[in-house]
Structure formats: C-alpha cells, structure tokens
C-alpha cells in the first residue's frame, strides 16, 4: 500500500497554499510509485476551490473542515495597513474556540486515520490535535513535519509589543499558541530573507533545541515553468503572454487595499495616456474588470491561464486565475516585479531570479522583516506607501522611461540555492519510511 500523505496550509492568505501545490508535485514527480494518496486539509471554500484545479491527475483529494473558523489572520484597517488590534482581538476571543472545532472536525473527517505523513505550513491546531491523538492509547503517531516561514506565536507577539497592546488577555492566547506550537516535532524554516534570521532563534527556544533545521534553498525555479508551458522558460511563458518581442516585463502583484487600488488605477491610467517602453502584466481583478478587459483561456501543456489585454494599452496586460499550477511559473516570463514582501511573493522571484520592488507594508512585522532582509541581501529596491502613491511609475522606470532592470539584484540571487523542494521531498520520504519501520 502507498504513502497516505496529509497537508495542511495556514489560511492568512494563499502563500503558504501555493507552496503545498509546490511541495505536492515534487513529491508526485520524485516518489509517485510509492505514493497511494496525498491528502490537502484546509476549512475555507476559498482554499478548496484554490487547490482543487492545482494537480491534474496526481491523486490528491482535497478535504475541508466544516465547522471551523480560522482565528489567525491579519485584519485590515480601510486604508489598507494591518489592524493589529482588531487581529489581537479576534485572536484573544476565539482561538481557544478555533483549536477545538479544529480538533473536532479533525476526529470527525477521520484525515489522520492511517496517514503515514503529515505536514502542516503553519497550522497550531494541528499541531496540537496531532500531539494529542499521538498521547492515546493504542494510537501509532504518524510522522509530522511542519514547514513554514514564520511563527505565529512570534509574529503576533512582535505585532503586539509594536503597538503597545501588550496586556494580560493578549499574553495568556499568544502563549496559547506558542505552546502549540512547541509541540511540533520537526521544524524546517526557509532561509533569509523569506524566514527572518530571528525565527530561527525561536523556533530553537520553544523546540528546546540547539537549532532549527533550514532549507538549503527556496522553492521552485524555472524547470516547473518548463512542464507546464514548454522550454525554454521564459520564451515559452513569454508566447504564453502574448509577447512576441524582446522588450521586458514588469509584473504589478497587488491590490485589494484603497491604497494599492487607488495608485494602481492611477499607475494604469498614466500607462494609457504615455504607453510605456516595456510590458506590464497585473494582477487585479477589480482593475481588469474596470478596464473591460475582454479574458481569454489559453492553454498548456501543464494547465491553462486566463488573460486580458487592456482594450487601450496593447502593451498592457491583466492575468486572471491559473490552472494546472500556481503563478509561480509565470515569474520565468518576467524581469521586474513591484510588489509587497509576502514571502510566498520574495520566494517565487528569487527562485526565478527577478529583481523586486517592494513597497511598504505598515504594522505587518513579518512583511516588513522580510523586506529588511530583501534590502540587506541586495535583492530588491523599497519604496515606502507615500513613494508608491506619490511616484509609482518613477520606481520603476528611468527618465527616458525605460524599464529598470537592476542587474545587481540579480546577480545577487544567483547566489541564492533554489529548487530545495527536492531536497525536502526526500527528507520527507526519509521520515515516513523511518516511521513505517
């Protein structure tokens, strides 16, 4: 019998999602002989229905968790910055709530019954139900993993001490959820800048162990943009986008926030009054929609995307939703990226070896690390809100208005290892199969 496998992404967001599907098919390519079924846990409908058009024929199933009401996730205030109150607030009141329907729905779904291997993205409720089940009699513990970027127990606590919203309650759910997470058993973090150097220092204190292990590389790289749109890379993704010449593309990732909708809005009007020297691809539904971009499927042979061309600004583009894969394969197509510092974002442009511009992300410590790092490392250039509201064309391009290609970024990430998912598929087999003894 084959591998039964689990997976469970956090759900502030789809980054951590984009790297299951990532995690998944490397684990079908390298091991799909010992693999019987690969299993994605998640609770919100927006995630199922993301993950459900991610796997082709690999026999993945996704379950959902009915019941459960995530309770860690980042809340925005109207003009777009972090609410890092409202996000306490919702954390102090629910999250002991939220770790027991987790449970709950759990034990009902019977998804841990006979999984050979779990591996969890930043989920403490499944930390602690793995650890609790492991506790009863008769159960046999499943190896279990957890891979992420972050902490939550951390992040939050630094979003707090920033604030000044340090007080009894807030401490007492924060430690909640750093004593489910001390009980992980294996912690693999990235490395800089997609997991901030001070993670490493408390995923040892709460593990009690001299260090974390790190990946030896991000995530990705071109040979997936290969299966699924053809070889080479970047001409094929290129084509894909309906780009016949040997100008650059910038890629605007984005949006959902006054901030970003208004300056975006402006940004595309400008590029309609003085067409630009280069490509632009945005993603921006809400701008697509604006604009009346007529959206057409093409397809691969890994999949499909939708596509939009700007009915006034031919060089213009809008990406719709992608099947078959995430949008990590499209970065081989790119040159520029403007965009904030999430780090599902940072991984997918280092791995493709595209220079960033970042703009800034208030009250959001782990963004804002993430972009120290970026900046540290020579990886990206920053722009703070009032840069990108005030000049975002002028960040991104010369005064001849050509587009900045920042070689130095780039060379810089040449140094940075990539396609690390291999290495963690064969870990991962290692711990299953040691477990299975």
């Known amino acids: 019998m084959g591998l039964r496998i689990v997976m469970a992404p956090n759900e502030d967001g789809l980054g951590t999602s984009a790297w299951v599907v990532r995690i998944v098919k490397a684990l079908w390519e390298q091991a799909s002989a010992s693999i019987g079924e690969i299993r994605v846990v998640v609770t919100s409908q927006r995630l199922a229905d993301f993950h459900a058009t991610k796997y082709g024929s690999a026999p993945v199933n996704i379950t959902r968790l009915e019941g459960v009401t995530n309770?860690?996730?980042?809340?925005?205030k109207p003009t777009g910055v972090v609410d890092v109150a409202s996000t306490l607030q919702e954390t102090v009141e629910h999250y002991l709530?939220?770790?027991?329907?987790?449970?709950?729905?759990?034990?009902?779904?019977?998804?841990?019954?006979?999984?050979?291997?779990?591996?969890?993205?930043g989920v403490p409720p499944l930390i602690r139900a793995i650890a609790a089940q492991a506790g009863e009699k008769g159960r046999r513990r499943p190896a279990h993993l957890t891979v992420c970027d972050h902490a939550w127990g951390h992040t939050l606590a630094q979003m707090a001490a920033q604030q000044g919203l340090r007080n009894p309650q807030t401490a007492e759910a924060l430690d909640c959820i750093r004593r489910d997470e001390s009980l992980a058993h294996e912690v693999t973090v990235f490395p800089a800048p997609v997991t901030p150097p001070q993670l490493y220092s408390y995923w040892a204190e709460v593990l009690r162990i001299p260090r974390v292990n790190v990946l030896p590389g991000l995530l990705g790289g071109p040979r997936w943009s290969e299966r699924w749109a053809g070889r080479p890379a970047r001409d094929a993704v290129r084509r894909l986008l309906g780009i016949e010449d040997e100008l650059p593309v910038l890629h605007i990732s984005g949006g959902?926030?006054?901030?970003?909708?208004?300056?975006?809005?402006?940004?595309?009007?400008?590029?309609?009054?003085?067409?630009?020297?280069?490509?632009?691809?945005?993603?921006?539904?809400a701008e697509a929609r604006k604009a009346g971009a007529k959206m057409t499927v093409r397809?691969?042979?890994?999949?499909?995307?939708?596509?939009?061309?700007?009915p006034r600004c031919e060089r213009l583009k809008f990406l719709g939703s992608i099947i078959g894969e995430t949008y990590h394969v499209l970065f081989a197509g790119f040159d520029v990226v403007l965009t904030r510092a999430g780090?599902?974002?940072?991984?997918?442009?280092?791995?493709?070896r595209v220079p960033m511009v970042l703009v800034e992300e208030r009250n959001h410590w782990q963004v804002e690390r993430i972009r120290e790092e970026c900046l540290r490392m020579g990886l990206a250039r920053a722009a703070s809100l009032e840069e990108f509201s005030r000049r975002a064309r002028a960040l991104v391009e010369t005064a001849q208005g050509e587009l900045i290609m920042h070689a130095a970024a780039r060379a810089?990430?040449?140094?940075?290892?990539?396609?690390?998912?291999?290495?963690?598929?064969?870990?991962?087999?290692?711990?299953?199969?040691r477990q299975r003894q």
Request: cysteine-free; hydrophobic content about 45%.
């Open 299 to 310: 397809r691969t042979a890994g999949g499909a995307i939708e596509l939009g061309p700007h």
């Open 97 to 121: 709530a939220y770790r027991r329907t987790y449970a709950e729905a759990l034990e009902r779904s019977r998804v841990l019954q006979g999984a050979d291997l779990i591996i969890d993205l």
């Open 71 to 76: 309770a860690i996730e980042l809340k925005k």
């Open 412 to 433: 810089s990430m040449e140094r940075i290892a990539r396609e690390a998912e291999q290495w963690l598929v064969e870990h991962l087999l290692e711990v299953a199969a």
């Open 343 to 352: 780090g599902a974002t940072v991984n997918d442009a280092i791995a493709m």
């Open 256 to 285: 959902g926030t006054p901030v970003w909708d208004e300056t975006l809005g402006e940004l595309i009007a400008d590029y309609i009054r003085r067409p630009p020297l280069y490509h632009v691809v945005v993603f921006n539904p």
